[in-house]
């Protein structure tokens, strides 16, 4: 069965410090892997996703993530955060058909 | 492009009442989602539509929950009567592929329900 853990609830981190927050994922077959936002009272948005080629991918507001595949991680990581990276975070895995499996999320609070 | 339209965004009932939501996703995405997101928890998916047909609805709990997508647009998910474990927020997502792992998820900003 797949599976997506995201073993930090919380990150409490300050502002202009790196971040990286942890996502390991369980799969017998191949696996498509996701990185979404949810600021508060919005729904979810992507931020970047993993289906192949480079295990570095980029995405939006200057986050990456590097997909691991023998450690079954895909961590996401900032150089340098903002007061705005405040929101939670979801990890999800597809296993190449329709059906995504979210992590529980891990909020990150950015502190001045 | 107009995002993924949700109403209402907030609903307070008593258990055993009954409660709807509506989705109207993005202009040509044929494929919806209704996801439930418990506190602290990650989106579980309750129904998926392709059109107006049902793709998955093996985690909807079908003595109470009930969705339709009737002419493959807009949809309504509907929960009578409710629990007080119905607490969460009710997410609705589409996208343009079938397959979803390969592509991206829109979601609306979500339908908070709190049953007391």
Do not use: M
């Amino acid at each position: 069965a797949q599976s997506v853990t995201q073993l930090d609830s919380q990150v409490p981190v300050f502002e202009e410090a790196p971040v990286e927050l942890r996502c390991n994922y369980s799969s017998s077959v191949s696996v498509y892997l996701f990185w979404y936002v949810q600021y508060p009272n919005q729904g979810l948005q992507l931020l970047l996703k993993y289906l192949s080629g480079s295990t570095l991918v980029k995405g939006i507001n200057g986050f990456e993530a590097e997909f691991n595949k023998s450690q079954t991680s895909f961590h996401l990581r900032k150089p340098s955060v903002h007061i705005s990276d405040t929101a939670e975070y979801f990890c999800a895995a597809g296993p190449g058909t329709y059906k995504y499996i979210f992590g529980t999320g891990t909020r990150l609070k950015v502190l001045a | 492009e107009a995002g993924v339209a949700q109403s209402p965004r907030y609903k307070i009932i008593e258990k055993r009442q009954s409660v709807a939501f509506w989705c109207n996703p993005i202009s040509g995405h044929a494929t919806l989602y209704w996801y439930q997101q418990i506190l602290g928890q990650g989106p579980k998916l309750l129904i998926q539509f392709q059109n107006n047909g049902v793709v998955d609805d093996s985690q909807l709990p079908k003595d109470r929950f009930s969705a339709e997508r009737l002419k493959g647009v807009d949809s309504t998910l509907k929960i009578q009567p409710a629990k007080l474990e119905d607490s969460a927020v009710y997410l609705c997502a589409s996208s343009l592929e079938l397959t979803s792992a390969t592509g991206e998820l829109f979601f609306g900003e979500g339908s908070r329900l709190t049953v007391l």
